[in-house]
């Protein structure tokens, strides 16, 4: 357990300091006070006070963490205008947060999620500069007798192209792609003999474990995937190209993470593989058994997710104000504090139901259900 703690806790303090300091950096940056910048929630463990009056402190619960503003009502940047124009004198009004143009508001507020995908860019390209890329391309070596391949008809000696529309630029792509796939049929573009093939593929779902002992509901074709001439193709970037292909990665992250949760709301997706902090933990905590890199590697991939949930626009999340400001832009004024409290408790009864849903799913990962 203490194994799976540590690394956890490590990837949690990085992911979400990053996430907030994005909020505090331009929250500073337009003369906006803030008063508290946490990691966790609930009780402090420790803490100090900068020169400005900030307090930065830990807290017991480690599932996120908040910036308070000047004049918020609470954690959530909750505040009523029209009652701080009241209590605040001119000076003081400067460093309310509610006052500032939406412009910068909604800066504030966009700059703790694109913190993350930075953090994932800037992990990615580390890898890809100091310990390589693998290009090699994906030969099939095997394709199993009466498996989905063969009925497709892929053969031996395939080179596999793209995957549902998406380049297969090494053999790691093969396996991430087809887990990744959401639909029915996934697309095969192969090279034959310098012809190039479009095959649909219908894969079957194993109930198995993953590579970690973790319990997954796995698509399988039936191929076994082998290297172009046997030769393995595994480059340093330079900078350039370490970035770009970085900013490609947090890009398909992105997009397969929401065509999966689409699959879900359609119902076609599995939503037993939707995990929460317990989860996290656990793989983690396996990960980084195998190193320094593969941890890395998954703190990247967290951060995109961190990042990414916090744009949907659910009330108390960031997407959720960033959805307010929009009305705001539209009306030609803010939403009124009563229509604001009816939205945070709908995004109150949606998160806790989140939580519930993949806490849920976490025991029952472990045996307990």
């Given at each position: 357990m203490f194994n799976f703690i540590v690394p956890f806790i490590v990837l949690i303090l990085v992911v979400v300091f990053i996430h907030e300091y994005g909020h505090y950096y331009f929250a500073k940056k337009y003369g906006v006070g803030v008063t508290d910048f946490s990691i966790g929630f609930g009780k402090e463990i420790f803490g100090w006070n900068d020169k400005s009056g900030t307090r930065w402190k830990v807290c017991w619960i480690p599932l996120g963490g908040y910036v308070k503003f000047f004049g918020d009502r609470n954690v959530f940047s909750q505040s009523?205008?029209?009652?701080?124009?009241?209590?605040?004198?001119?000076?003081?009004?400067?460093?309310?947060?509610?006052?500032?143009?939406?412009?910068?508001?909604?800066?504030?507020?966009?700059?703790?999620?694109?913190?993350?995908?930075?953090?994932?860019i800037v992990i990615f390209s580390f890898i890809y500069m100091f310990v390589g890329k693998d290009f090699t391309p994906a030969v099939i070596d095997e394709v199993q007798k009466e498996s989905p391949a063969e009925i497709a008809g892929l053969k031996k000696n395939d080179i596999i192209l793209e995957i549902d529309n998406n380049k297969v630029k090494s053999l790691l792509d093969v396996s991430k792609l087809i887990m990744m796939s959401t639909s029915e049929f996934i697309d095969f573009k192969i090279s034959r003999y310098d012809q190039k093939i479009i095959l649909k593929v219908k894969p079957n779902v194993i109930k198995t474990e993953d590579n970690l002992g973790n319990k997954i509901n796995k698509r399988i074709v039936g191929i076994k995937i082998g290297a172009y001439n046997n030769k393995?193709?595994?480059?340093?970037?330079?900078?350039?190209?370490?970035?770009?292909?970085?900013?490609?990665?947090?890009?398909?992250?992105?997009?397969?993470?929401?065509?999966?949760?689409?699959?879900?709301?359609?119902?076609?997706?599995?939503?037993?593989?939707?995990?929460?902090?317990?989860?996290?933990?656990?793989?983690?905590?396996?990960?980084?058994?195998?190193?320094i890199v593969p941890f890395l590697s998954i703190?990247?991939?967290?951060?995109?997710?961190?990042?990414?949930?916090?744009?949907?626009?659910?009330?108390?999340?960031?997407?959720?104000?960033?959805?307010?400001?929009?009305?705001?832009?539209?009306?030609?004024?803010?939403?009124?504090?009563?229509?604001?409290?009816?939205?945070?408790?709908?995004?109150?009864?949606?998160?806790?139901?989140?939580?519930?849903?993949?806490?849920?799913?976490?025991?029952?990962?472990?045996?307990?259900?």
């Open positions: 009523d205008q029209e009652e701080l124009i009241k209590k605040y004198d001119e000076k003081q009004r400067e460093k309310l947060f509610v006052l500032k143009p939406l412009y910068q508001r909604s800066l504030i507020v966009a700059a703790g999620p694109i913190a993350n995908f930075i953090l994932a393995i193709n595994h480059v340093k970037l330079g900078p350039a190209k370490a970035i770009y292909y970085s900013l490609n990665e947090v890009y398909f992250v992105s997009i397969s993470s929401l065509k999966y949760l689409g699959s879900m709301i359609q119902g076609s997706g599995d939503s037993s593989q939707l995990g929460g902090p317990i989860r996290i933990a656990k793989i983690t905590g396996q990960v980084a058994e195998f190193g703190m990247a991939y967290i951060s995109v997710s961190l990042g990414l949930i916090n744009l949907f626009p659910i009330p108390l999340l960031d997407g959720g104000h960033l959805m307010f400001y929009g009305f705001e832009k539209i009306l030609g004024r803010p939403l009124s504090q009563k229509t604001q409290e009816g939205f945070f408790r709908i995004g109150m009864f949606l998160l806790l139901s989140l939580m519930f849903f993949v806490t849920f799913n976490d025991l029952k990962d472990l045996g307990l259900f």
